[in-house]
């Protein structure tokens, strides 16, 4: 079988994946900072022992594009997306242009670098709100609901603007915003990829992920409710081109935000370019699915 080293920090050395390991080194004090974030340890273990490849998990560097290129740039195989991946989809208004281009539908809406006021409100009456529609807005970097907030006014819109950049900028780093019509009644569905370093692309169908409080899940179904064979083929084969489009490599999940009324009339929200609910998904799909 294939060998493997474990790394932890002095608060994780009497943990199951230290005891189950060929061998542990331990990476640093028990702040991840100290530990599990210090790339050049991590490599200097990788390098020590003689390893080929480097699993990074979920949390911490699993999602940092600086951190897989490195490992590359070290000779080892990085088991995940290549670092250009990442960058890819980690900007919203750049992951929509690139969907764009690979006729991933999209939700009618603004994604460009101008970010004066006076563009964001016309882009924001060409999604709607001039005829009283809702809008929304989104952090370009954004994650977890934050920098995000809905615009069912005209007059409103300055000041929700002005609030998403706030929050976005002491978040993210970055205040710049998406434009986005704003469905009222709308279904959240993600669909698994995995994709292998030859071109080879597959999904693992989708989940219903609707139930959320503060743009948070609370509840997640699988398969999704109401979704028909057809529907969930077409959600599918959407996913693998989105994944294709950036070169993928390894799991991810695609997500999509549909019309609740006409769930066939879906849209690309964003990539997380990592496994999610591994164990809902290897219940669904019957296989194994490594974190």
Do not use: W
């Not at 999509?256 to 879906?266: C, E, M, R, T």
């Amino acid at each position: 079988g294939v060998e493997s080293v474990a790394v932890f920090s002095t608060a994780d050395a009497n943990s199951l994946h230290v005891r189950c390991a060929d061998e542990a080194h331990c990476v640093g004090g028990a702040a991840s900072a100290d530990s599990y974030l210090r790339a050049d340890r991590l490599l200097h273990i990788a390098r020590l022992t003689g390893a080929q490849a480097v699993h990074p998990g979920y949390g911490f560097l699993s999602e940092n594009a600086d951190f897989a290129e490195a490992v590359v740039g070290a000779g080892l195989t990085f088991i995940g997306p290549p670092g250009a991946s990442m960058r890819a989809m980690g900007s919203k208004d750049a992951a929509k242009r690139l969907m764009e281009a690979a006729g991933v539908p999209l939700l009618p809406g603004y994604h460009g670098e101008d970010q004066s006021m006076e563009t964001l409100a016309a882009e924001a009456d060409k999604c709607g709100l001039a005829s009283g529609s809702p809008i929304l807005l989104k952090a370009v970097l954004g994650g977890g609901g934050k920098g995000m907030r809905i615009v069912r006014k005209k007059e409103d819109l300055a000041e929700a603007v002005a609030s998403a950049q706030r929050e976005s900028l002491a978040s993210f780093g970055d205040s710049r915003l998406l434009v986005e019509r704003y469905l009222d009644a709308a279904r959240h569905i993600e669909v698994q990829v995995f994709c292998d370093t030859h071109g080879g692309a597959v999904h693992l169908f989708e989940r219903d992920c609707s139930v959320q409080r503060r743009h948070q899940k609370v509840l997640e179904e699988a398969p999704g409710p109401g979704i028909s064979p057809e529907l969930r083929e077409e959600l599918g084969a959407a996913a693998v081109r989105a994944a294709r489009a950036v070169g993928y490599v390894g799991a991810g999940t695609v997500e999509f935000i549909a019309d609740s009324n006409a769930p066939d009339q879906f849209f690309f929200m964003e990539m997380n370019t990592r496994l999610q609910e591994r164990g809902g998904r290897e219940a669904v799909s019957a296989r194994r699915c490594p974190n």
